[in-house]
């Protein structure tokens, strides 16, 4: 129970910061500095008009100098980062894989968020978000040693392997799905952006599972995509939702999978 507390509150701080990210990183702003402040009036804000979720509930969603409304993106972001960390930490326990998993659906949580407002997203969170993918089993490596609990050095060899070739595979693929598509419309349709996401999915989720994860996020962008008609639908929530619901029923699907294949 404390434990589970433990990872809702660090997700809960971590969601505050990806609210700075989403908000500086798509204007080319840095993010330490300046501190947070209200866009409206200016003013630097207070650490305790920070508290994720709690500051937004107790100022009604208002700044507190100039009293004009706060998104309710923060808090959201912010509930839904905590409800990550959570969700996670009662399928992986709190461990070094736990914290690194959880960080990478936060980035494609910002990077979804960040999509959704501006229709593009920036390579540098994308790129953050692929490398700890791939690198994973160099911090679960560390924490093992730290620990003092290392296991068999071939299992971290086989992962880090696995997690690089999938990754490959996966954004050769889309970056070849884009070219034809290209060849066919005449239209960009796959970016640079979707290509890296999925080496990120490669990563995270491996072969069989990240095609069942290509396969859920094409059913959740079904119906967006044919009320938008002619209008962009962004792709990165679903790829990233799709990730995320084929992650957290992996053990689900990969028996559906045994069943229809083995
Ligand atoms: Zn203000």
């Not at 952006?193 to 290509?214: E, Q, R, S």
């Not at 995509?225 to 679903?238: D, K």
Request: hydrophobic share 60%; proline share 5%.
């Amino acid at each position: 129970m404390m434990a589970l507390l433990f990872a809702l509150f660090i997700g809960l701080a971590i969601g505050s910061f990806l609210n700075v990210l989403i908000v500086r990183i798509p204007k080319g702003e840095n993010v330490a500095f300046p501190p947070s402040h209200c866009p409206v009036c200016d003013n630097a804000l207070k650490w305790w008009h920070n508290i994720p979720l709690l500051s937004w509930l107790l100022l009604r969603g208002r700044c507190a100098y100039c009293q004009s409304p706060i998104s309710r993106l923060y808090p959201t972001v912010e509930l839904l980062t905590g409800l990550l960390f959570l969700v996670l930490a009662m399928k992986l326990g709190l461990t070094a894989e736990w914290f690194i998993t959880a960080l990478v659906f936060s980035l494609l949580l910002a990077l979804s968020v960040i999509d959704f407002e501006y229709y593009a997203v920036p390579d540098s969170l994308n790129f953050m978000a692929l490398g700890l993918a791939l690198l994973m089993p160099l911090f679960i490596f560390g924490w093992d040693w730290a620990l003092g609990e290392m296991r068999d050095f071939s299992w971290y060899q086989h992962m880090l392997l696995t997690r690089f070739k999938d990754a490959a595979i996966m954004a050769f693929s889309f970056f070849a799905l884009g070219l034809f598509v290209k060849f066919l419309i005449k239209k960009d349709a796959l970016g640079e952006a979707d290509i890296i996401i999925a080496g990120t999915m490669g990563a995270m989720l491996g072969f069989p599972l990240v095609l069942v994860a290509i396969y859920v996020s094409a059913l959740l962008a079904i119906v967006p995509a044919l009320f938008a008609r002619g209008h962009m639908v962004p792709f990165v929530p679903f790829l990233a939702l799709g990730t995320w619901i084929t992650y957290i029923f992996s053990d689900t699907f990969l028996q559906w999978w045994n069943m229809l294949y083995a």
